[in-house]
């Protein structure tokens, strides 16, 4: 793509997720630098940038924050039967089988702290409170930051636990032990500025957990990359060493780090699509339907790979040090 394309430009005709947004020009929410180069346009329209100075992607125009808190305070994840407005439309199903101990996140947590009785958990973006019911029953006192209306409210009834609407950016937490953002940073305007807070709500050596779609994988797969294609709520993308960089200068050190999630790329993705589809056909069938849904129990996955662009996803786990 050349570099004189127009950069604020926005396509008419937008995936349903940003139709009917505003949309301005910002700078690279990381470093603050304005020299982004064109790398493309998603399937929706919208134009990914990467910035020359830090090496972050990001959407070039960029939604407002007006359009940005009006996605997430719709029925964006399709709770209650009714359409998502999101990406996440079959999130009350795998909900299910989300509070599971044998979830990687929360083992690679547990693995790292020892125990867990009376540690202070903050999870950004918690949902329906999956995580956190984990981390409660393991003695933790917890906490959620989650935009959603509906879903707080859910993770408030169901835990009985504080649960901001607000950014994390706003709201400010502060003296947590284990702070977890998983697929949460892509959704930040202003991801410089969530690291910063995510950092700040951490006591000293306290541990930061974040997973997010890796960069590296557009820049191996081209085209084929997964996220040209979908889960539009995305507004920019980190590669490895980018998100490593971003956290060792808030004074986090990596402690442990790999890959998981769906393969890199829309092949990948239309072989899981079709396993998917068989269980959904088989569903209802006596005996063999329950056996299939239930054969993985938990909605997450239950193994960190090595750090590899063949999975679209890379997870870390850093320390405060400082």
Not at 121 to 131: A, I, K, Q, T
Not at 203 to 229: E, I
């Amino acid at each position: 793509m050349g570099t004189g394309e127009n950069l604020r430009a926005t396509p008419a005709g937008l995936h349903h997720v940003w139709g009917g947004a505003s949309f301005e020009h910002l700078p690279c929410g990381l470093c603050g630098a304005d020299a982004p180069v064109p790398k493309g346009r998603r399937a929706d329209g919208l134009l990914l940038v990467e910035c020359t100075q830090c090496g972050l992607a990001y959407l070039d125009p960029m939604p407002d924050e007006a359009s940005v808190r009006r996605l997430y305070s719709t029925d964006y994840f399709g709770l209650g039967g009714r359409s998502s407005t999101g990406s996440y439309r079959n999130y009350a199903r795998s909900h299910r089988h989300s509070a599971d101990p044998r979830r990687l996140d929360f083992r690679l947590i547990a693995e790292n702290v020892g125990d867990l009785a009376g540690k202070r958990v903050l999870e950004v973006g918690c949902g329906l409170g999956d995580l956190l019911e984990v981390f409660q029953r393991a003695g933790c006192e917890c906490a959620g930051v989650e935009l959603n209306p509906a879903a707080a409210d859910e993770t408030r009834r169901r835990l009985g636990v504080p649960v901001f609407e607000e950014p994390l950016e706003q709201c400010r937490p502060q003296g947590f032990d284990i702070v977890v953002a998983n697929a949460v940073l892509e959704h930040s305007r202003h991801p410089g500025v969530f690291l910063d807070t995510a950092a700040q709500a951490l006591r000293p050596g306290g541990l930061l957990m974040l997973s997010s779609p890796n960069w590296d994988c557009a820049k191996d797969h081209n085209r084929s990359w997964v996220y040209w294609y979908g889960s539009f709520e995305h507004l920019c993308y980190f590669s490895r060493d980018v998100l490593v960089r971003a956290c060792n200068a808030r004074g986090l050190a990596l402690v442990v780090e790999g890959s998981w999630g769906p393969r890199a790329t829309r092949e990948g993705i239309r072989r899981r699509t079709a396993v998917k589809r068989l269980k959904e056909f088989v569903k209802d069938v006596p005996i063999i339907g329950p056996l299939l849904l239930n054969a993985k129990r938990t909605a997450f996955p239950e193994r960190l790979g090595p750090v590899t662009t063949e999975l679209a996803d890379y997870v870390a786990l850093f320390r405060k040090v400082a």
